[in-house]
């Protein structure tokens, strides 16, 4: 197939039958009716799925996490007596070059193995690296090993979400999703809960990332258990596994809920399989670029992943430890704690509210916190160092009051962005379409990394460059352009199945289109309930 024809067939799909999927035998279908007919009953099996899923997640904050405590407490165990700035941001970077790779291989090598398999991957190398890095003796050594744990937390964190919501119901899609990042903020917790237990431990450091090996080990058991995506299933032809489990899904509907639930994935996933068993990777890879809905679905994966990374966050998951005790905090460990604290605190808020509120409604409201904070905290550290010269500096006494200052900024930020920016960037599997999702998340992960690397190694380079109070406050205006992209380009997705969001791009980036999809389905929810109660009466 030439790329002209592909671009005409992804794009000439009737997007006005909206909520009807062609069966290959029954006629017309409506797909809300098995919805509303077998949704209604999500169980303890996918709970169960989704809690072993998230141990992905776990890992992913754990691992990120660690490594602030771990700077701070190697002192010469490796060789040096201290760690300089720049072995630190290599050894930190290390994590986020080896994250972009995988991420980047994560989606493509899905694709073709499922995503089953790449979590496996990621476990086993979870767990060589942890135990790697727990056994080091040089820079070089521990680089090399947060390289490897950087490849698995790519794999992780690009497949995790992608397979929870391909096994998701759609009106609790997003709120699945969020329990991965409720995990990696969990993750953090745990990571300096413990970087803060075995602090004032001989060689406790290397207890604190072996550690790393216990969530790995016991996910790659339960992965034994779990099923393939039905939408893989079905996409390899294997109809009879995708039944089964769909039956193990759904236990409490009937077979010709079963049946007709079936019929409409097969039927809304025929034409992703006609598209991928037709095309080269290289056409619909070049497809993301060419093809306008898919373009327009990748400026918005990608742009979301930019601004998650670019807004400065992980600087604080990487280096608050360092910076706190910079600015007088005595047990600057303790303090990352709080840090992390909040950020799981307000993590679970986005659960509760991700799927009630909507994506973007979370996003247009949350973001100018985030704003607030980083302008809050550039002011304080300006006054904070004004007889330093605008620069922190090792051994000086700071005022407490403005030292407080820049915590309560470092909060007010971290809610803001635990409540919005920390979850939705990583809903970016529902925007693309089955032939290229595998594609274009891996995509957007290796945005979200890239983004991740730039800011982790040049945030101590820059804090030396133009001072605190310009590092922080460049992040505040990186995070207002942030949420101009959002206002601008972000569609409301939450309520909207896989397969009808793509429908929202084809005439541009789906705001009104979105907004309107949603009335027209709850309009057609209302009628359903109204039928049903008639029915009862």
Not at 188 to 196: E, F, N, P, R
Not at 345 to 371: E, H, N, W
Request: charge should be neutral; hydrophobic fraction near 45%.
């Amino acid at each position: 197939m030439t790329q002209s024809a592909l671009d005409e067939k992804r794009q000439t799909k009737d997007h006005d039958e909206l909520y009807e999927v062609r069966g290959n035998a029954a006629g017309d279908v409506s797909q809300y009716a098995v919805i509303a007919e077998v949704e209604e009953h999500t169980t303890w099996f996918v709970w169960l799925l989704v809690a072993c899923c998230t141990i992905s997640g776990l890992l992913f904050g754990y691992d990120t996490g660690v490594i602030s405590g771990t700077l701070v407490t190697i002192n010469g165990d490796l060789g040096p007596a201290q760690l300089s700035d720049g072995q630190k941001e290599f050894i930190t970077s290390a994590t986020t070059l080896g994250a972009l790779l995988g991420g980047l291989a994560a989606g493509v090598m899905s694709d073709w193995t499922g995503r089953r398999p790449v979590l496996g991957i990621a476990d086993i190398i979870f767990v060589g690296g942890a135990l790697g890095q727990a056994v080091c003796h040089t820079v070089w050594s521990m680089i090399g090993c947060r390289f490897l744990i950087g490849i698995g937390v790519g794999l992780a964190s690009c497949i995790a979400p992608l397979y929870i919501q391909e096994l998701s119901p759609t009106r609790m899609r997003g709120r699945m999703v969020v329990l991965n990042v409720v995990m990696i903020t969990f993750g953090q917790v745990v990571a300096y809960g413990i970087d803060a237990g075995f602090a004032n431990v001989s060689g406790g450091w290397r207890w604190m990332v072996g550690l790393g090996t216990v969530p790995a080990g016991i996910q790659l058991i339960c992965l034994a258990f779990l099923p393939e995506s039905p939408r893989m299933l079905i996409r390899k032809g294997d109809i009879e596994a995708a039944h089964k489990v769909l039956e193990r899904v759904y236990p409490q509907a009937t077979t010709e809920q079963i049946d007709l639930q079936l019929q409409v994935l097969r039927a809304a996933v025929q034409q992703n399989i006609e598209i991928a068993n037709s095309t080269t990777f290289f056409e619909r890879f070049n497809s993301m670029i060419t093809v306008p809905v898919n373009r327009r679905a990748l400026i918005i994966g990608c742009g979301m992943q930019a601004f998650q990374q670019l807004c400065g966050f992980n600087t604080l998951m990487y280096y608050s430890a360092s910076l706190f005790q910079e600015i007088g905090f005595n047990q600057p460990t303790a303090v990352g704690l709080i840090v992390s604290g909040t950020n799981f605190i307000f993590t679970l808020i986005a659960l509760k509210y991700i799927d009630i509120v909507g994506r973007r409604r979370i996003m247009v409201f949350s973001a100018p916190g985030m704003v607030f904070g980083l302008t809050l905290a550039s002011i304080a550290f300006h006054y904070m160092t004004l007889h330093t010269g605008g620069d922190l500096v090792n051994g000086v006494s700071y005022s407490r009051s403005w030292s407080a200052i820049v915590l309560l900024s470092m909060i007010i930020f971290v809610a803001s962005y635990a409540t919005g920016l920390g979850n939705v960037p990583w809903q970016q599997g529902e925007l693309f379409g089955l032939e290229v999702r595998g594609i274009g998340t891996s995509l957007s992960t290796a945005t979200n990394w890239s983004g991740n690397l730039l800011i982790g190694s040049t945030y101590l380079s820059l804090m030396a460059k133009i001072t605190p109070a310009g590092a922080f406050g460049f992040y505040a205006g990186l995070c207002l352009l942030g949420w101009l992209f959002c206002l601008f380009c972000f569609p409301e997705t939450a309520g909207l199945s896989l397969e009808e969001v793509q429908s929202i791009f084809r005439d541009g980036f789906g705001i009104r289109e979105s907004q309107r999809m949603r009335n027209q389905k709850r309009e057609m929810r209302m009628q359903q309930d109204v039928k049903a109660e008639r029915g009862d009466a």
